[in-house]
T-cell receptor
Framework: KQEVTQIPAALSVPEGENLVLNCSFT??????LQWFRQDPGKGLTSLLL?????REQTSGRLNASLDKSSGRSTLYIAASQPGDSATYLC????????????FGKGTHLIIQP | DAGVIQSPRHEVTEMGQEVTLRCKPI?????LFWYRQTMMRGLELLIY????????DSGMPEDRFSAKMPNASFSTLKIQPSEPRDSAVYFCASSSLRGSNEKLFFGSGTQLSVL
């Protein structure tokens, strides 16, 4: 059974810093990996999707990397802003079926102005 | 498109009462998912549909939970009778799973409190 772990559970950094969020998964036979953002009282918004054949994806100040063999992914946020404050969740799609999506519990990020 | 629409946003009920949560997926999406989120267990998949047909309901915790999708634009999740441990945020999500670049689109959720 796939297990997804996110470390740290919470992170607080000053505005302007670059930061890295970590995600690890136990079964490397994945289809793809997604990073989501969740704001308080809201649903999840997909930020980046990395297919199993890819190493990284970039969108603006966000860069996500994938190392399937070691079961790790990182989300890099450059020049952090207070508006980046949210919970970031990693989700792994472990098979061809739609039921293969396993979520981590997320990293709660606070960017101090 | 307005995105995935869920109602109600908040529901407070007493133990033993029936609760019905509603979801309208994004038009054209042929997959619909119901998730439950708690602090302890994170996000858990309850059930998902493909073309209105339930495909996997192994995540439904008990027979008290049931879900239907009578047409492509509407789904319900019903809890009868409700219990305090059902208190959670329930999310509906939809997807158009064509190719390996699919993304899930989530609704804003229903915050359920069972007293």
């Amino acid at each position: 059974k796939q297990e997804v772990t996110q470390i740290p559970a919470a992170l607080s950094v000053p505005e302007g810093e670059n930061l890295v969020l970590n995600c690890s998964f136990t079964d490397s036979a994945i289809y793809n990996l997604q990073w989501f953002r969740q704001d308080p009282g809201k649903g999840l918004t997909s930020l980046l999707l990395i297919q199993s054949s890819q190493r990284e994806q970039t969108s603006g100040r966000l860069n996500a990397s994938l190392d399937k063999s070691s079961g790790r992914s990182t989300l890099y946020i450059a020049a952090s802003q207070p508006g980046d404050s949210a919970t970031y969740l990693c989700a792994v799609h472990s098979g061809g079926g739609a039921d293969g999506l396993t979520f981590g519990k997320g990293t709660h990020l606070i960017i101090q102005p | 498109d307005a995105g995935v629409i869920q109602s109600p946003r908040h529901e407070v009920t007493e133990m033993g009462q029936e609760v019905t949560l509603r979801c309208k997926p994004i038009s054209g999406h042929d997959y619909l998912f119901w998730y439950r989120q708690t602090m302890m267990r994170g996000l858990e998949l309850l059930i998902y549909f493909n073309n209105n047909v339930p495909i996997d309901d192994s995540g439904m915790p008990e027979d008290r939970f049931s879900a239907k999708m009578p047409n492509a634009s509407f789904s319900t999740l019903k809890i009868q009778p409700s219990e305090p441990r059902d208190s959670a945020v329930y999310f509906c999500a939809s997807s158009s799973l064509r190719g390996s670049n699919e993304k899930l689109f989530f609704g804003s959720g229903t915050q359920l409190s069972v007293l």
